[in-house]
């Protein structure tokens, strides 16, 4: 039962997508157009880029890298910077929820060590905005973005021409944040060294490389996808086993919830009326109440309007911790280490949503 309770908890956003799916059945019970609700291109290039990850991490590919870069530095600010930029750029590479995984133990680990953890809030708020801000620029980057660049079959040069305006005015908002940090002396005493499998490194790079290529269409996803398993089967089994499988049964729960409830009339009218006038703020309000991935999963149904959604779906992940899965991640994080959850929860959703405001109201006079 323990067992259960701790799968549930962990996996919320699993548990109320199928809950919503269950629900549209009894409205419109299952027929044979339920299996063109998937998106098995979308389903198995995110397979794909999280197998080829979870390798890398199984090398600790990303905390040699990311320790190199930050044992660098000798002052909180400069610390700090590094920590969230690790976080926002790679984001953009490993997906957000995986960016958090990998990194928001190093700031917990650096913040330890140099005795600073009354910066812990502030580090951990920062790198989950990063995260999910970051991940924005690229297709891979935020699973929402998978899922809408395959749905639309979004050219890669529309799809940054889109994102890049909301991912620059992100960067210097976030440079601002850190900025406010004191530049008070920290020593990072890491007793802990790991070397570095370079063989294994080099080809789990060339399988990922093959993954981006299968993403941005450059042929057929099967063949990336296909290649990047048979080289994880081969090398690293265990990889199989530790991949985010409740990401991926997420995302089916919600196509079988967005397929039906664009199948409900008075539903259909709706939800098309709102996004008409104004695809922007609707796609935001529901990240806020639904998540991010279930509300490009459902409204993508409704318009062909891509772009306010895109855009929707990515500063939306801002704002209320149930916004996006990443924010959920970072909550459970920082409670493990013990600090104080309403404070961080004050500081979380002041920061969230004066980021949300002002790119909300940048893309309505660029839109």
Do not use: W
């Amino acid at each position: 039962m323990t067992t259960i309770l701790k799968f549930l908890k962990k996996n919320a956003v699993l548990v109320i997508a199928v809950v919503l799916a269950a629900v549209t059945v009894f409205f419109v019970p299952p027929d044979k157009e339920y299996i063109d609700y998937f998106d098995f291109s979308a389903l198995g290039c995110l397979f794909g880029t999280l197998l080829v990850v979870e390798a890398l991490s199984n090398i600790r590919f990303f905390e040699i890298l990311a320790r190199k870069i930050v044992t660098r530095f000798k002052n909180m600010r400069n610390i700090v910077f590094a920590l969230v930029f690790i976080t926002y750029f790679g984001s953009m590479i490993m997906a957000n929820d995986m960016a958090l995984i990998t990194f928001l133990p190093l700031g917990y680990f650096v913040l330890s060590r140099t005795e600073k953890k009354e910066y812990m809030a502030f580090v951990f708020i920062m790198q989950n905005i990063a995260a999910n801000l970051g991940g924005m620029l690229t297709p891979f980057g935020n699973p929402q973005n998978l899922y809408l660049y395959s749905h639309y079959s979004i050219p890669n040069a529309e799809f940054l021409k889109i994102m890049f305006p909301p991912f620059a005015v992100a960067l210097v908002l976030i440079v601002a944040c850190c900025m406010f940090v004191k530049k008070e002396p920290a020593e990072i005493k890491d007793d802990v060294f790991y070397t570095p499998d370079k063989p294994k490194t080099i080809i789990y790079l060339v399988l990922f490389a093959l993954s981006v290529c299968s993403v941005l269409r450059l042929f057929p996803f099967y063949i990336g996808i296909g290649l990047a398993a048979l080289g994880v089967l081969i090398f690293d089994r265990k990889a199989f086993l530790t991949v985010n499988y409740p990401l991926l049964l997420t995302f089916c729960a919600f196509f079988v919830f967005s397929g039906n409830m664009s199948r409900i009339d008075a539903v259909h009218r709706l939800i098309g009326g709102l996004l008409e006038k104004n695809t922007l703020l609707v796609s935001v309000a529901s990240c806020q109440i639904i998540s991010n991935v279930p509300t490009a999963t459902l409204l993508c149904r409704f318009t062909e309007n891509y772009a306010p959604l895109l855009v929707g779906v990515n500063v939306g992940g801002l704002g209320t911790p149930i916004a996006s899965l990443a924010s959920l991640i970072t909550l459970g994080k920082f409670r493990s280490t013990g600090g104080k959850t309403g404070k961080y929860l004050l500081g979380f959703l002041l920061i969230n949503f004066s980021f949300l405001i002002v790119l909300v109201l940048f893309e309505m006079l660029v839109l």
